[in-house]
């Protein structure tokens, strides 16, 4: 297997979980192999000829993050995705698995959001160019695997969050930033944090050793599927959200809203069916997901936020 991101939440926690199983793993650093550089790419994975590939490198942010660095989420995630599906096509990889991202579906798409919901309306407007990005991918896919009969597919998770995770306030996903800055509003004793947009969006989050095992599920298997989505099946609110990581953390000052900031989608949960009869589900409660997520923070991490 070559795990394509091997240092980001996903590829970590993989690498870790796949090499429990015995299988064989390869990958490189972003500063070792740049997969924007298409040859270097290429001549990777010929060299190493690997079985199954598994797309889990992008360039990957929050709102504010997409908001400032639109050109570069578009062009560098098309790039990344590009170079490697087409030098796995050359290295004669038997099964490539592409990692997408819930923000594919519509804004205003049907709840919960079913893989069919897919370019049937407008998109989120704060992170379009990545999802634009993503559908492209996902297309890629479809396309080597209708005109070559590859037996390639894209897996779309829901927010995922747990060890390893990108925690840097300016560029995390919602519930690593708001673990760490209710961490440290504690660590400061001080009495309120603050949350983008009134709190009232929904969201659904997936404990990322619960996706890992989904992804090695469909690696030993056939994906008669296209488009499969991975999630937790339940969804909560920003606000509540934050009152759940408070009780993690044992923070007892206030929430304030900064109305000036997005929301974002208003709502978005998966419909994950479809993983369900391909004998795949989500085990681990938010809950639990995240203690173990602000243990390892703590563990790993908490030197470097104070």
Request: proline share 4%.
């Amino acid at each position: 297997m070559y795990i394509a991101g091997i240092r980001g939440l996903v590829g970590s926690n993989l690498k870790r979980a796949a090499e429990r199983q015995g299988l064989e793993v390869h990958g490189k650093p972003s500063s070792e192999l740049d997969f924007l550089d298409r040859k270097a790419t290429e001549l990777e994975l010929k060299n190493i000829s690997p079985e199954v590939l598994v797309i889990a490198a992008a360039k990957v942010g929050g709102i504010g993050a997409n908001s400032r660095f639109p050109v570069e989420f578009l062009t560098r995630n098309i790039q990344i995705q590009c170079n490697l599906i087409d030098g796995a096509h050359i290295a004669g990889v038997e099964k490539v698995i592409f990692l997408g991202s819930s923000c594919i579906y519509p804004k205003f798409a049907e709840q919960p959001i079913n893989e069919s919901s897919l370019m049937t309306g407008q998109l989120e407007a704060t992170n379009r160019p990545y999802a634009v990005a993503k559908i492209a991918g996902i297309e890629l896919i479809n396309s080597y695997r209708k005109e070559h009969e590859k037996n390639w597919f894209s897996l779309m998770p829901c927010n995922l969050y747990g060890p390893n995770d990108n925690f840097d306030i300016k560029s995390s996903h919602v519930l690593a930033a708001l673990l760490r800055r209710i961490h440290e509003a504690k660590a400061s004793n001080s009495t309120e944090v603050e949350i983008w947009g009134d709190g009232t969006p929904t969201r659904e989050f997936l404990y990322v050793e619960d996706a890992v095992e989904g992804i090695l599920h469909f690696v030993s298997s056939k994906n008669p599927h296209e488009l499969v989505n991975l999630g937790s099946g339940d969804e909560i609110s920003i606000s509540n959200l934050a009152n759940l990581i408070a009780s993690v953390v044992g923070y007892d000052g206030e929430f304030t809203y900064n109305l000036a900031q997005p929301n974002g989608t208003p709502r978005k949960v998966l419909d994950v069916q479809k993983a369900i009869d391909l004998g795949w589900s989500a085990s681990t409660s938010l809950v639990s997901g995240i203690e173990q997520t602000y243990s390892w923070y703590l563990d790993n991490l908490v030197g470097d936020s104070q």
